[in-house]
């Protein structure tokens, strides 16, 4: 296999083991998917890894046996089939303390693994490579970019189709095809257009509600772009829009650039939603600003660390965070304005480009 990719994928794998190391883990068998895909690069709908502390194995079935083997050395495949079965390999093997993912295993998953190997010790092993994956390396850096770039694009693009008379729905289906058509492969999550009145709704889905003069339309979209995923939020006026609107705007967009402006790589997640919270809390809107400033992305569109009032995390560097803040007046309307960023030692790197002052179309 390609050497520097081989390197890539022993290094997470060397960070995996070192915790295996420290909790008495002699084999980790791993369920999430995106887990699989960090450890591996390999995509398929039925496959297992195993990691012990000198091997690991690649388990799977005929269908996907050849492409596996493109990750000889660094794992060694093993074909299972309905005489040979994952049970029966561990079994075989072994092993003294088995550690499974229960966040990710089914009760019956669980039920039939302990019954299938009595005399291993199957253990909780859970959040492990996700606080691996947590800080992001280059190529996965890169990743991001591009998939949040395909997001800006889309955003121009958008732009020049709002107007009154389109449908929320038809909106987020332009947005959605034209980020496919740029090159996503999919979407991060299910996309979020509210216009008017809708707009307090936080996260409500696209419906088939008029775009009407004097909106507030807002557009929450990602896209995934080589197994990573972006996230966006822009608030556009339609029209002309009242003061009340426009002061609305502008605090959120106050408090948007104050978070921005405050994270970097040492401080807690938590001072960076207070840093965004209390300008919004001043202004007397902190009851409508009721979720947190952000959350990291990357393989999953939620992932660590979580920004909000009770986060305990600390921001390090190649920590990927959006910054989300937004104020949601039920009844009438809402703002919220997102970016995402990559945490750096001496402030952010914002890789959203689109603008962020108030657009009018
Ligand atoms: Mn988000």
């Not at 921001?315 to 309307?333: A, D, K």
Request: charged share 30%; aromatic share 8%; proline share 2%.
């Amino acid at each position: 296999m390609d050497h520097n990719l081989e390197k890539r994928l022993d290094g997470r794998i060397s960070r995996v083991r070192g915790r295996m190391k420290k909790d008495g883990i002699e084999a980790f068998l791993v369920r999430k998917n995106e887990n699989k895909y960090y450890l591996s690069l390999f995509r398929s709908t039925s496959f297992e890894l195993v990691i012990t502390e000198d091997r690991n194995y690649l388990v799977t079935d005929f269908r996907y046996t050849e492409a596996a083997s493109a990750l000889e050395p660094l794992y060694q495949v093993v074909r299972v089939d309905a005489s040979y079965t994952l049970h029966d390999f561990l079994r075989e093997k072994g092993f003294q303390v088995l550690g499974l993912e229960y966040k990710e295993s089914s009760v019956d998953f669980y039920n039939r693994l302990t019954e299938a190997v009595p005399d291993t010790e199957v253990r909780a092993f859970d959040g492990v490579v996700e606080d691996i994956r947590v800080i992001k390396d280059e190529a996965e850096q890169a990743d991001l970019r591009m998939a949040e770039h395909i997001g800006d694009q889309a955003f121009s693009y958008i732009l020049t189709q709002i107007r009154p008379g389109i449908s929320e729905k038809e909106i987020a289906l332009k947005l959605e095809l034209k980020m496919r058509e740029l090159g996503a492969s999919g979407l991060s999550f299910d996309t979020i257009c509210v216009s008017g009145v809708r707009s307090s709704l936080p996260h409500g889905g696209p419906s088939e509600k008029l775009i009407e003069k004097g909106d507030l339309v807002t557009m929450d979209f990602g896209c995934v772009y080589n197994g990573y995923c972006s996230d966006m939020t822009r608030t556009v006026g339609v029209g002309t829009l009242d003061s009340r609107q426009k002061e609305i705007y502008e605090l959120v967009l106050k408090a948007q650039m104050a978070a921005c402006d405050y994270i970097r790589a040492g401080v807690s997640a938590a001072d960076a939603d207070r840093a965004a919270r209390s300008i919004i809390e001043e202004a007397g809107y902190g009851a409508y600003f009721g979720h947190g400033l952000g959350h990291g992305t990357g393989l999953e569109i939620h992932e660590a660390p979580t920004a909000n009032p009770s986060s305990k995390e600390i921001l390090r560097s190649g920590m990927m965070v959006t910054v989300e803040p937004g104020i949601y007046l039920p009844g009438e309307f809402g703002v919220r304005i997102e970016d995402l960023s990559i945490v750096a030692d001496d402030g952010i790197i914002n890789i959203t480009e689109s603008e962020k002052q108030l657009i009018i179309v």
